[in-house]
Each structure stands twice: as C-alpha cells, then as structure tokens.
C-alpha cells in the first residue's frame, strides 16, 4: 500500500515562503500527473497546480506568479514552491499523484500564514 507523506508546511508570515514536499512509501511507478490541493476551515478542497507526465502546468489563478510545481523522482515526486504567501493561502495542503491504475492522497500539511 502506497502511502503519501507532505512536509514542508508551518507558520509563515505574509510575504514568506515555504517549499512543500511530498515522500511516497514505497515508491510510485508510472506516474501520470502530479497535483497539490488545499482545503481551508469551512471551504471545500480546491486544486492549486498540476503537472502533467510531460511537464504541462497548471495554476488556479490567485496563485499564478507565486506558486511554482514541480516534479521529483519516484520517490519525492512532487514539489510546490510557495512565494509571496498571503494569508489567504492558508490551508491544508495535499498532494495526488495519479498513475494510471491508482491515484493516491496524501494526509496533508498546514500551511499557517500570520503575522
């Protein structure tokens, strides 16, 4: 059983920074696409970017310019670079990778921005 593991989130203030990481154990074969989510107090889970298997990217525009993903390898296969945080972006965190059996969650990060 694959489990995903984030890391990488925690208190920031406006204006910072954070890089998020996402470990699978064991690794993941085949993987198609690449995605980090988030899910605010009170709102519904939200896609934040993806990353095809050919390395197309996509954004929801109120992080465009701020966020970059990124992938790794079979075993960190995903990053999301967080730039410029607002408070608005706090959330828990998740990354999907989905292959072309199976997609796969992890239990996700809190990313706290406040000064």
């Known amino acids: 059983q694959v489990q995903l593991v984030e890391s990488g989130g925690g208190l920031v203030q406006p204006g910072g920074s954070l890089r998020l990481s996402c470990t699978a154990s064991?690794?993941?074969?085949?993987?198609?696409?690449r995605y980090w989510y988030r899910q605010a107090p009170g709102k519904q889970r939200e896609l934040v970017a993806a990353?095809?298997?050919?390395?197309?990217?996509n954004y929801i525009d109120s992080v465009k310019g701020r966020f970059t993903i990124s992938r790794g390898d079979a075993k960190n296969p995903v990053y999301l670079q967080m730039n410029s945080l607002k408070p608005e972006d706090t959330a828990v965190y998740y990354c999907?990778?989905?292959?072309?059996?199976?997609?796969?969650w992890g239990q996700g990060t809190q990313v706290t921005v406040s000064s």
């Open positions: 999907h990778i989905a292959t072309r059996l199976n997609n796969y």
């Open positions: 064991p690794i993941i074969f085949g993987i198609n696409d």
């Open positions: 990353i095809t298997s050919g390395g197309s990217t």
